[in-house]
């Protein structure tokens, strides 16, 4: 059963990167769908990107211009790299599995991790 | 891409059914099939209920059911049970550089 673990700061600098990893056990990489998924306080959930064997990639156009997801597979891990964060950035961050299918579900999914952007 | 709209709380007493709407537009919901629903227990994992708007993953109790119309999907619960209080989220692909939205999400209080 694939399980799916995020790890990183819990506290990030304004302007600074926030870097997470996602560590999956269980299973593969190697050809599925890995995506990162946040939410807010107090608000929904928001999808931010996903990486497919490191030949494809996409985010969301808000986010586009601030975020890399990156995969490697000797690690069985896949990160999330957002640059020049900023109060708005604060969430708990989900990793999940789409799946192998291009249309996409989400799971399993990690159990989250708070990330506050703060000096 | 504007987030689909769900209700912020729904409730019912143990033994109900209740039915929690998720509105989008042709653009998403309306346009594909592919609407999903999401429990969350705060703290744990989200878990996956419905996928494709009505297919239940194995595992997932067959009172979870989910459905389509036009632009909103439902998902409904019936035999209401105490663990059934978590959160609830839909999601939708949406065939846009945005790829998939999510609902703003609904609380479930069992009474």
């Known amino acids: 059963q694939v399980q799916l673990q995020e790890s990183g700061p819990g506290l990030v600098k304004p302007s600074e990167t926030l870097s997470l990893t996602c560590t999956v056990s269980g299973g593969s990489v190697r050809s599925y769908y890995w995506n990162w998924i946040r939410q807010p306080p107090g608000k929904g959930l928001e999808w931010i990107g996903y990486?497919?064997?490191?030949?494809?990639?996409n985010y969301n156009p808000s986010l586009k211009s601030r975020v890399t997801i990156s995969l490697d597979m000797s690690k069985n891990q896949f990160s999330l790299y957002l640059n020049s964060v900023t109060d708005a950035d604060t969430a708990v961050y989900y990793c999940?599995?789409?799946?192998?299918?291009?249309?996409?579900?989400?799971?399993?999914w990690g159990q989250g991790t708070l990330v506050t952007v703060s000096s | 891409q504007s987030a689909l709209t769900q209700p912020a709380s729904v409730s019912g007493s143990p033994g109900q059914s209740i039915t929690i709407s998720c509105t989008g537009t042709?653009?998403?919901?309306?346009?594909?099939?592919?609407v999903s629903w999401y429990q969350h227990h705060p703290g744990k994992a989200p878990k996956l209920m419905i996928y494709e708007s009505s297919k239940r993953p194995s595992g997932v109790s067959d009172r979870f059911s989910g459905s389509k119309s036009g632009n909103t999907a439902s998902l409904t619960i019936s035999g209401l049970q105490a663990e059934d209080e978590a959160d609830y989220h839909c999601?939708?692909?949406?065939?846009?550089?945005?790829?998939?939205?999510f609902g703003t999400g609904t609380k479930v209080t069992v009474l």
């Open positions: 999601c939708s692909y949406t065939g846009s550089s945005t790829f998939y939205v």
């Open positions: 042709s653009s998403d919901v309306g346009g594909y099939n592919l």
């Open positions: 999940a599995s789409g799946g192998s299918s291009f249309w996409q579900r989400f799971d399993p």
């Open positions: 990486i497919y064997n490191s030949e494809s990639t």
